[in-house]
């Protein structure tokens, strides 16, 4: 007899939908028959300059290796941090990711019986991975788009145990400053877990000292995440880490899974430390980037969300399902997010200036075919 195997997986797990990133350039490419150098992917916050020469250089060096299984506790790229970031190697949990250190997070302290709260509009794998632990998710409603600090330190329980805040967020852009997050630190219970998510950390300009690692001294229940994928340029390798008191740091490398991190990520990540100047272009780059757009948004009439990562989140109205698939046959990948809530707006992450362009020229030419034109 058949068998229902999805009634066989546990609770949480039987109604969570799979995680949707954005299309790939090979899959527009077959399904409409475009060539893959004319299409732009401006879908997943990805760096636009391309890795960094130091990085290849050390992916490359570790190719060798390739039949050894990864140093299995990271020890030179936890050394490098540790003084990158001025703290203890004890400190910092490596995940394939900083997805994987977000979910081994939620798997050492909340369970069945737990809550976890976060924000409205906030980052997909939050959900998911309360939702996979059969945790109680708390969504607290957004303020002007971002996380409502007051509203989500108000909505901790006894059986509260994590806090997730993406600073800046995705999908939206907003951010807080290290004002506002220490006076929400403040006001959180010592047993309440609070996972700083910062992701985009590197691209945040022009706030006061926007930066959880300084504030871990003074927060013991405090985890901040970083990750390689974005301003680092290494997405396709998926490094991301933790930075905690050593006492949650162990915790969390108990359960981390060994050699989660393999060699050839390992090496580039190390290396790419040292690449002042590349982590300085990112920026720059995106800083321009995001200018262009904005501009771009203001001269059209569009309204969208003052961003501080390397997207931006544009109102196209109703219709913006039609636009992302008028954007597609002219071979612009942007990313719908519709599953965040925001059935209005498309998500475009920052491109080099030339892709910039061509995504205004072909959003333009989507808008007026929707009848949405300025």
Excluded at 190 to 201: I, P, Q, R, S, T
Aim: glycine share 8%; net charge negative; hydrophobic share 45%.
């Amino acid at each position: 007899m058949a068998i229902d195997y999805q009634s066989l997986a546990v609770k949480g797990v039987q109604a969570l939908s799979p995680y949707q990133p954005g299309k790939p350039i090979s899959e527009l490419a077959r399904e409409l028959g475009l060539h893959p150098a004319d299409i732009i992917k401006l879908a997943s916050n990805e760096n636009p300059l391309g890795p960094s020469d130091k990085a290849i250089a050390a992916a490359e060096g570790a190719l060798k290796e390739l039949c050894l299984y990864p140093d299995g506790n990271g020890f030179d790229l936890k050394q490098k941090l540790s003084t990158y970031l001025g703290v203890g190697s004890d400190q910092i949990t490596l995940g394939n990711g900083s997805n994987d250190v977000l979910e081994v997070i939620a798997r050492c302290f909340a369970g069945a019986d737990s809550e976890i709260v976060f924000s409205q509009y906030a980052f997909a794998v939050y959900p998911i991975v309360t939702q996979a632990i059969g945790a109680k998710a708390v969504t607290v409603p957004a303020k002007d788009w971002g996380h409502d600090l007051d509203a989500m330190a108000a909505a901790v329980t006894e059986r509260t145990r994590l806090v997730f805040v993406a600073n800046p967020n995705n999908p939206t852009g907003t951010v807080h400053g290290s004002d506002a997050i220490e006076a929400f630190l403040g006001k959180i219970p010592g047993d309440v877990l609070v996972v700083l998510d910062e992701a985009y950390y590197e691209y945040m300009t022009g706030l006061k000292d926007p930066d959880g690692v300084a504030l871990l001294s003074r927060f013991p229940n405090l985890i901040v995440c970083r990750t390689f994928s974005k301003a680092w340029g290494l997405a396709a390798l998926r490094v991301g880490y933790s930075i905690s008191s050593p006492a949650i740091a162990d915790i969390l490398n108990r359960v981390r899974q060994p050699f989660n991190v393999n060699s050839t990520a390992l090496a580039a990540a190390t290396a790419v430390l040292d690449d002042k100047d590349y982590l300085q272009r990112s920026r720059a780059a995106n800083t321009a980037g995001l200018k262009q757009l904005q501009e771009a948004f203001d001269q059209m009439g569009l309204r969208y969300i003052p961003s501080s990562g390397n997207f931006v989140a544009v109102e196209v109205g109703p219709q913006a399902m039609g636009v992302y698939q008028a954007l597609l046959s002219q071979g612009v990948i942007v990313r719908p997010v519709t599953g965040y809530g925001m059935p209005n707006h498309l998500r475009v992450s920052v491109g080099l200036p030339e892709q910039n362009e061509q995504f205004i020229n072909a959003l333009a030419k989507a808008l007026a075919a929707s009848g949405q034109g300025a």
